[in-house]
């Protein structure tokens, strides 16, 4: 962490931006350089630690885990080696196995989660729906939503229950597997996905089994492993937008039956979807005094910088990611034993994202903020409205007499009103301004990551028992600057670097036993992480205070879980299990206020030479557990009743140091109990399938993201409480295969929520006065932050078998959502200082919308060659993806938008 001595000034220059090839220089927007004043960004700890100490303290925390990895690995080849020679050959490590209970691979667990609702897509449909990442499948499961804000962003949704969080310290009460080890670093949840095997979305608290604690459900994503036989394959997409993505696979056996290894690659690259109207621009233009050229606030003089930097980037939005993984599968020479070794390499290197900007310093939506500034489009569309309305001029109405003349100015005030109210409507639902792909923007920013980590699972069996062993690592490095208020004038900008690393130990033990059909199921886990995050608040122009804040967050949790199984009678089937939780959380933050960047907690220290840091340190544990009974009516049709009592630990925040008090805070850990009625079945040969649920959470303490909207402050993400909320809701999904070659599959979810017991605060100045006062906003019965009310999807394709000239599929695909809140006002963001809400609904929220797939797929008869012809959102619906409230200080609503109509070709070989 970086030392933030009295000897360090930080002195904000107007138009001076971070250099994007540089952290040592400043430039300003004419492209000069100077000398920075800031502070330099060196990785100086906290308390006079030193970095190489961090490091070292990582890298034994992952040898410790390692070793103890490697001490079960050996405690098994030996018993194992001193088996029966009559044990199943190696060749096939499992014959002569009736049934091997493995819990957390995912794929056909026998314990727990026999009963948990869950929604699959293998490796064919995650290709038909265009999946580039795990977002992309939230558009065609019932009751999942992801938002994310920009490629390193995620934030995760099932059944109402997420935390809409996207700060680096965020812990998502969705748990994201990969391979079955745990990502819970939000940083690197949304990564590219390719070569997979399937996804499978659980719904519903994980109060029981292997893994981390997750109070919302799970995300297990699995790739493809080494099969033993020669495979190679390389996909091309080419689309609009200059959209090229490459991915492609090779396996090879080294060591026939042995060994055998598989490398995977992806990479991903499109040009800008957002025009920058500030892009292109030379110096000269850029120069003029007194000439605004995008809306920005003009320069002054010839001292003064110009306002915008000269040949800005003029297409935003672009993508530029790539990934890399290799996997071993080695089958050792001992009976009854597997490992596979699973390491990736990941980097992003885009330009930051941008959005849409919405002023709210007059009444309506679409007025100016704290700059006036408002899109010109914007202007243009309350122009024509008013001009609709035949609003009589101050002059005509001059003209008349008393008291024709008072009438005449009041009915022009309520004419200009009818107007304003007009276009925030239509900024709300249509939703946005004429010109969703246009901006003005005066620092496209920028956003870069590189991570890294292995997973590796060992598996084997002992007598009838069965140990599975899965050590997981994962490191990443970001550094992004983020233009935040999407406009042409530095409103508020971050400049945010951070870095991180995770360890994850997860052992397990299970078996069948002989005298009674009950199976059992055992095992621990254990993670470490460490964070270390700095982010400044860019602010000039004196409307928004700078605050720099940074953080160090070490984290420790653990969890020891029991499972059992049992066949009660032939068609009557118990699960139960139990977990126990706990999680120790470190905080240590320094936030720094204002021009002068004044610490906001402690008093210098001489002998450290600092500001002492606010320090936390909290620790929590709490038992979480799952009942289940399934009955079945035959082999094909089955009913179940389930019971979970889900956890989530606590959440840490780093607020803006405006009040001494509120520096640094914690969220109460989250308690859901949850019932679930479940049903599954299939009628006429396979021709139907059903699957549904009905369910009824309950909550304490729901753990609530909101972004603070107080004056002179930019928006600070933090998590608050609510004291209790309450949802239930239903899901069904149906595939039908009326003809041989037809599927339709139908998918359907209803959620009905509400907070129980809700309110927030916020500060607002006393009219005609320089004093605050805390505004409380009520949030009771209002929905919960993205959460529809319904959610419906579907599919049809057909096969069109042309025999020895191979097959043609045509595919649809439908997704709609009811209106989606993305904040607790139901939309209607943060009311005005009289209390009254001003902005019309769906402000911060997105209107009901479709979206439409289309594609066309030939597969040679060899199946060695395949090309399709793709249009992803093919009507071209304009939709939001999140928003955000800043009008209590910046003055703006802020939307970000989701991607347009996309169209193009794949080729794909196989050998």
Not at 435 to 446: A, I, Q, S
Not at 757 to 767: E, G, H, I, M
Not at 896 to 902: A, K, M, S
Request: net charge negative; hydrophobic share 35%; with cysteine.
């Amino acid at each position: 962490m970086t030392d933030l001595g009295s000897t360090h000034i930080f002195n904000p220059q107007p138009a001076y931006k971070w250099d994007v090839d540089s952290r040592s220089r400043i430039v300003n927007d004419a492209g000069m350089q100077f000398q920075s004043t800031a502070p330099s960004r060196e990785r100086t700890p906290l308390l006079g630690r030193r970095a190489p100490l961090r490091r070292v303290a990582w890298l034994s925390s992952f040898c410790v885990v390692f070793a103890v990895s490697g001490a079960a690995v050996l405690l098994a080849v030996f018993p194992a080696s001193a088996q029966s020679t009559d044990a199943p050959a190696a060749s096939d490590p499992f014959a002569g196995v009736e049934e091997m209970v493995v819990v957390g691979s995912g794929q056909a667990e026998a314990l727990t989660t026999s009963s948990t609702s869950v929604t699959s897509f293998d490796a064919l449909k995650l290709e038909s729906l265009g999946v580039s990442n795990v977002s992309d499948v939230a558009a065609y499961t019932p009751n999942l939503e992801i938002r994310s804000a920009s490629s390193t962003t995620a934030t995760f949704f099932i059944r109402g229950v997420g935390l809409n969080d996207f700060t680096a310290n965020a812990s998502s009460a969705v748990a994201v597997y990969v391979d079955d080890a745990p990502r819970n670093l939000p940083a690197i949840q949304l990564g590219l996905l390719y070569d997979l095997d399937k996804i499978d979305i659980q719904k519903g608290p994980q109060g029981s089994g292997p893994g981390r604690n997750a109070s919302a459900g799970a995300i297990r994503i699995y790739t493809k492993k080494p099969t033993g036989e020669y495979d190679a394959y390389l996909n091309l997409d080419y689309g609009n937008f200059n959209l090229i993505d490459v991915e492609g696979g090779l396996e090879v056996p080294i060591i026939e039956d042995v060994l055998g290894m598989r490398t995977a690659f992806r990479v991903k690259t499109r040009d800008g979807i957002v025009t920058n109207r500030c892009g292109g621009k030379s110096l000269a233009e850029v120069s003029v005094i007194g000439q605004s050229i995008c809306g920005e606030v003009p320069r002054s003089d010839l001292n003064s910088p110009p306002a915008i930097r000269p040949n800005l980037e003029k297409d935003l939005n672009n993508t530029d990611v790539w990934s890399t993984r290799t996997s071993l599968r080695f089958l050792p020479p001992i009976d009854d034993m597997e490992w596979n070794l699973v390491g990736h390499v990941d980097r992003t290197d885009q330009l930051g994202p941008v959005g849409q900007h919405f002023g709210t310093n007059q009444p309506s939506l679409g007025g100016g903020d704290v700059n006036s500034y408002a899109a010109r489009e914007v202007s243009r569309e309350l122009d024509q409205i008013r001009a609709g309305l035949n609003i009589p001029t101050v002059g005509d109405c001059r003209l008349l007499p008393r008291p024709a003349r008072d009438q005449c100015l009041a009915n022009r005030q309520t004419l200009l009103a009818q107007a304003d109210k007009k276009l925030s409507k239509n900024l709300a639902n249509r939703p946005l301004d004429k010109l969703p792909f246009e901006g003005d923007y005066n620092t496209p920013g920028y956003e870069r990551q590189t991570s890294g980590g292995f997973t590796l699972q060992g598996e084997w069996q002992i007598g009838s028992i069965v140990l599975k062993n899965i050590t997981g690592f994962e490191r990443y490095d970001r550094e992004r600057l983020i233009d935040a208020d999407y406009s042409p004038n530095t409103l508020f900008e971050f400049h945010i670097e951070d870095d991180a690393w995770q360890v994850t130990e997860d052992l397990r033990v299970g078996s069948d036993l002989e005298f009674i059909p009950v199976s059992w199921n055992a095992g621990a886990f254990y993670l470490q992480e460490e964070l270390d995050y700095f982010q400044e608040t860019i602010a000039t122009r004196g409307f928004i205070d700078p605050v720099r804040q940074e953080y160090l967050q070490k984290t420790k949790s653990f969890g020891v879980f029991f499972d059992v199984s049992w066949n009660l009678l032939d068609d009557l089937k118990l699960d139960a299990g139990v977990r126990y939780n706990w999680e120790q959380k470190r905080f240590e933050a320094e936030i720094f206020r204002g021009a002068g960047l004044t610490p906001s907690c402690g008093t210098f220290d001489p002998q450290l030479n600092a500001f002492p840091p606010c320090q936390r340190m909290e620790t929590v544990d709490h038992p979480t557990g799952t009942v289940a009974l399934t009955y079945d009516f035959d082999e094909m049709r089955e009913v179940s009743f389930k019971y979970s009592h889900g956890w989530k630990g606590l959440q840490y925040n780093a607020r803006d140091g405006s009040v001494a008090s509120e520096v640094t805070d914690v969220a109460d850990p989250e308690v859901i109990d949850a019932f679930e009625l479940g049903f599954k079945g299939e009628w006429l040969d396979d021709r139907i399938n059903v699957d549904g649920a009905l369910f009824w959470y309950a909550y304490q303490n729901y753990q609530v993201f909101t972004f603070t909207n107080n004056p002179r402050s930019a928006p600070v993400r933090v998590v608050i409480n609510a004291e209790d909320a309450l949802n239930f809701g239903a899901e069904l999904a149906t595939t039908l295969r009326p003809i041989e070659g037809l599927t339709a599959d139908i998918r359907f979810g209803w959620l009905e929520t509400k907070f129980l017991d809700f309110t927030d605060s916020a500060a607002r100045p006393v009219p005609g006065s320089t004093e605050f006062f805390r505004l409380v906003f009520d949030y009771n019965g209002n929905q919960l932050p993205n959460a529809p009310r319904f959610k419906v999807s579907g599919g049809l394709e057909y096969v069109f078998d042309l025999n020895r000239l191979g097959r043609i599929t045509p595919r649809y695909d439908v997704a709609w959502s009811d209106d989606v809140n993305f904040d607790p006002s139901n939309g209607l963001g943060a009311p005005d200082a009289s209390g009254n809400q001003t902005k019309p609904d769906n402000t911060i929220g997105q209107q009901a919308f479709f979206m439409h797939n289309l594609s066309v797929r030939y597969i040679s008869p060899s199946e060695q060659l395949e090309v399709a012809v793709w249009a992803r959102n093919l009507t071209n619906e304009v939709y939001k993806t999140l928003a955000f409230d800043a009008s209590g200080g910046p003055g703006f609503i802020g939307n970000l938008v989701g991607d347009p109509r996309t169209y193009g070709v794949t080729f794909k070989i196989s050998y």
